[in-house]
């Protein structure tokens, strides 16, 4: 069965500075794909990454980058230079490739302090 | 923003009762997800339809249904509504032969009382 774990329910970071959060998934198909969500308290799901279990590098978007794993099964997300608009509930999911049907990590409530 | 629009935002429903939440899909997309999302928790993926057609289900009993129209918009219904149905509802649109994305609308908030 596939598995998502986030294993840090809170974080608090000092703005500008960059933070990690922790995701490793469980599963037994051999193409997948990940994913980073950010969920603000208005409740949309925000898209930030993407990163293909086939994929050589990790990937960048902007402030965010997926420090991708294979062989220990994580995919944490790195926020670089964090802002007080990153507050926010951010989730991990996966999906065979190609297929959108996510499954859902537990998500971390960031909080950014000034 | 993206494309993707949801309705209503919110409702309130009795135990017992039906409800229908609708989701337009953004434009080039044919795919349609749902999810559920009880508070403090992810969300949880409840089915998904693809040109019309269910393709794919998570553990949600017979009474969540879900519909596709030709223009890729999508429906999903609740009977017999229980309390433990009370969650923010999402959707999601992508098209697997565009792109690794899919996007989600703003939610329906349902409250079972």
């Known amino acids: 069965a596939q598995k998502i774990t986030q294993t840090q329910p809170g974080m608090f970071v000092q703005e500008k500075e960059a933070v990690t959060l922790d995701c490793t998934y469980d599963?037994?198909?051999?193409?997948?794909?990940l994913f980073w969500y950010k969920q603000p308290s208005s409740g949309e799901m925000i898209f930030l990454i993407y990163?293909?279990?086939?994929d050589q590098q990790n990937a960048t978007e902007g402030r965010y980058s997926l420090n991708f794993q294979k062989a220990r099964k994580s995919a944490n997300l790195v926020i670089s230079a964090s802002q007080l608009g990153d507050s926010a509930m951010y989730f991990c999911?996966?999906?065979?490739?190609?297929?959108?049907?996510?499954?859902w990590g537990a998500g971390t409530k960031l909080i950014i302090k000034p | 923003e993206t494309g993707v629009t949801q309705s209503p935002t919110h409702l309130i429903k009795t135990r017992g009762q039906q409800v229908t939440l609708r989701c337009s899909s953004q434009s080039g997309h044919n795919t349609v997800s749902w999810y559920q999302q009880a508070l403090g928790q992810g969300p949880q993926f409840i089915f998904q339809?693809?040109?019309?057609?269910?393709?794919g289900r998570g553990n949600f009993p017979p009474r969540f249904s879900g519909l596709q129209f030709p223009n890729y918009s999508s429906e999903l219904n609740v009977n017999a509504l229980e309390l433990d149905d009370s969650a923010l509802y999402l959707c999601?649109?992508?098209?697997?032969?565009?792109?690794?994305?899919?996007?989600f609308g703003q939610g329906t908030r349902l409250t079972v009382v």
């Open positions: 999911a996966m999906s065979p490739l190609r297929n959108y049907q996510l499954i």
């Open positions: 599963t037994s198909d051999p193409s997948y794909g």
């Open positions: 999601a649109s992508s098209n697997p032969g565009l792109g690794t994305e899919a996007f």
């Open positions: 990163q293909g279990s086939y």
């Open positions: 339809y693809y040109r019309e057609e269910e393709n």
